[in-house]
């Protein structure tokens, strides 16, 4: 397990839907910041049959100590729309 610390820029996060991507049309992974504030990032397809995604942070992503929640929401060219399950982790104070 790595420690993330607030601003923290360059993280590499893994993230796993465990459905298969193929014929996607957009997807997005929304973070909801400890005050409830969300923003909306776009991963990169590192697997696309497992669905593995990468998503590599930069300033603001993790500027409030505590609690975030992450969740992947996908969009095919068919028109529908999968929610991947909710990610918990936490933002750490540095020294």
Known sequence: MVLVYQNAIGINLAIYTLFD???YSTLSYVITKPSGTKITVVPSVTNLTTG???YITV???FDEVGQYKGQVIVTYSDG???KGEIDDF???TPL
Do not use: M, P, R
Request: charged share 20%; proline share 0%; hydrophobic share 45%.
């Open 90 to 92: 936490t933002i750490y």
């Open 52 to 54: 593995e995604l990468a």
């Open 21 to 23: 991507l193929t014929g």
């Open 80 to 82: 529908d729309v999968i």
């Open 59 to 61: 300033a603001g992503d």
